[in-house]
């Protein structure tokens, strides 16, 4: 780590001096991930820890839907993400207007939306799920016919361990989108053994071929649980590099497909953030409140 020494002496020593905390997603950077952050998990764990945070400052190391379910959870606190430009395809692929047409269409069926959205989108829905508890939360329910958005692949994931019909979205994760069977049998003919694990954001046809499905935490705990010789995790660059570092014996076969919005967040722009005070997450009281009750009932389940 010796290379990031300035930054990571100078991250630790603000945030004791602005009472701070750092929240990192699974896809932070190792240097990220293993040396400034108090609490790291996938989005789920994120949404619940930062409700049990004391500290005035919330750091995000992640995208900025995170930031903003941080925000909903903490209005008191100071929320901050180091860079504006952390967003996510599958929040850019609907707006408040599209959920509302939805609605319309299809009146009295419930609206379940990913994490992986805006503050906004989440104010229109019923109910918010992640990528761990997606298949709770639509069970929860007792409907015959949801409306689950916007990840198509997520919805038609879910649609098949529930048996419920789910009406679905077009959007897509840019990042688990490029992920095909094709590679999955390549990775098996030339790593004979090979435990494969998917996130639930790969279309269907690859969660099929895998041996295994789960949200980034679900993955980590796989490894820890299951110890596979030889494993290869079918998403984002850095969870295998993290989980890695905690497992030497064993053989992580790494296709890297990078999220250009998660490798915004860097040191230098955490430091930056604790140093002035930036960016500063906001949300309209109205929009916040209404997004708010959707992911606490979220969190009930
Ligand atoms: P998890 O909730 O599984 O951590 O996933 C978040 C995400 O953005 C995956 O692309
Ligand atoms: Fe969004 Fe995909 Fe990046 Fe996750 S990996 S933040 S879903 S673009």
């Not at 500290?55 to 379910?69: D, K, P, Q, R, W």
């Not at 906004?120 to 929860?140: F, G, L, P, Q, R």
């Not at 967040?265 to 604790?274: C, H």
Request: aromatic share 4%; charged share 20%; with cysteine.
């Amino acid at each position: 780590w010796a290379a990031f020494s300035d930054d990571i002496e100078a991250i630790l020593a603000l945030k004791r001096e602005r009472n701070a905390v750092i929240l990192a997603h699974n896809y932070q950077t190792p240097e990220i991930f293993h040396c400034v952050a108090d609490i790291v998990g996938d989005s789920l764990a994120l949404a619940r820890k930062a409700m049990t945070v004391e500290a005035h400052v919330i750091v995000l190391a992640g995208v900025h839907f995170m930031a903003e379910t941080a925000k909903l959870l903490n209005p008191d606190k100071t929320v901050l993400i180091p860079d504006l430009g952390a967003g996510c395809s599958l929040a850019d692929s609907i707006t408040a207007q599209d959920v509302r047409l939805m609605r319309q269409r299809y009146p009295g069926v419930p609206i379940v939306t990913y994490v992986n959205t805006s503050a906004e989108v989440k104010a229109e829905s019923d109910i918010c799920c992640t990528s761990a508890n997606a298949k709770a939360v639509v069970e929860s329910l007792g409907a015959p016919r949801v409306i689950m958005l916007p990840d198509e692949y997520l919805a038609h994931n879910i649609a098949a361990q529930t048996g419920v019909e789910i009406i679905a979205w077009k959007g897509h994760c840019e990042v688990h989108e490029r992920f095909t069977p094709a590679d999955i049998r390549e990775l098996r003919e030339s790593h004979p053994g090979v435990t494969v694990l998917a996130h639930p954001e790969c279309p269907p046809e690859v969660v099929a071929e895998a041996d295994f499905s789960g949200s980034t935490a679900a993955m980590c705990d796989y490894v820890e649980r299951q110890k596979p010789p030889r494993v290869v995790l079918m998403t984002e660059c850095s969870m295998s590099d993290n989980v890695a570092l905690a497992h030497p014996e064993i053989e992580f076969i790494r296709p890297c497909n990078l999220c250009p919005h998660m490798k915004q967040i860097t040191l230098a722009n955490i430091r930056v953030a604790l140093e002035q005070n930036q960016h500063v997450v906001t949300l309209e009281p109205e929009i916040a409140g209404r997004a708010r009750l959707a992911v606490e009932r979220m969190l009930t389940i």
